[in-house]
């Protein structure tokens, strides 16, 4: 059983160019979150997944950033046109929600993002 | 107003001391989280808890829901526990978390 895996663990990119990344759940995990953490603050999230439904957004999530799970399985997040401040940490967490209140999320290592 | 707030920021000590990490939070919560950071990026969750306490190996956990508290202990605490320690909470109803800024633990030998 393998754990949450994120691809590419790092990207360098300049400013004005689109970057994906992509995330691979833990195999039937039913939700999917992405969170972004910026140097020496805690994560923030992003937006989450329900199977291949987009239940929330936050308002960090300018229109630049895109996310989609087509499948229900893995899950891409796309930034358009990056500026620096896109520059943190990019996290991808996964659970298998069962109707209760709480879930136990397992993270991924993280896409670290370089905008220069 | 932040809605967690942990203490402290930074802490170092030697190998073998007892450590505590606080959590104090302002809103309703259905769960807390902690979770362990090391350099690199890759978080570890080591308990989610709603009520009481959690003991695992030399990490115990305790939440006073009353008193909106958490707390992270290490016993005989040794260098590889160096690590970023963050809590994170689920707000009633919502599906998120929340998550404080971090504790910088440094153990020394």
């Known amino acids: 059983d393998t754990g949450v895996s994120q691809d590419p663990r790092h990207k360098i990119t300049k400013r004005g160019q689109n970057v994906t990344f992509r995330c691979d759940p833990i195999s039937e995990h039913n939700r999917l979150y992405w969170y972004r953490q910026t140097l020496g603050q805690g994560p923030e999230f992003l937006t989450y997944?329900?199977?291949?439904?987009?239940?929330?957004k936050s308002r960090l999530l300018s229109d630049r950033f895109s996310a989609e799970r087509p499948k229900g399985s893995f899950s891409t997040l796309e930034i358009q046109r990056t500026e620096q401040g896109d520059s943190a940490m990019y996290l991808c967490?996964?659970?298998?929600?069962?109707?209760?209140?709480?879930?136990?999320?397992?993270f991924g290592p993280g896409t670290r993002l370089t905008v220069l | 107003k932040n809605e967690v707030e942990q203490s402290p920021q930074n802490l170092t000590a030697q190998e073998g001391e007892f450590i505590t990490i606080n959590c104090s939070y302002s809103?309703?919560?259905?769960?807390l989280h902690w979770l362990q950071q090391h350099p690199g990026g890759g978080i570890v969750s080591l308990f989610m808890?709603?009520?009481g306490k959690k003991k695992h190996g030399r990490l115990i956990a305790t939440i006073n829901i009353q008193e909106k508290h958490s707390s992270l202990h290490i016993t005989a605490s040794h260098p590889r526990d160096s690590a970023v320690y963050i809590c994170?909470?689920?707000?009633?109803?919502?599906?998120?978390?929340?998550f404080g800024q971090g504790t910088r633990l440094t153990i020394n030998p």
């Open positions: 809103v309703g919560i259905s769960a």
């Open positions: 994170a909470f689920l707000l009633q109803g919502a599906q998120k978390l929340v």
């Open positions: 967490a996964s659970s298998l929600w069962a109707g209760g209140e709480t879930d136990t999320q397992y």
């Open positions: 808890l709603s009520s």
């Open positions: 997944f329900q199977n291949e439904a987009q239940l929330e």
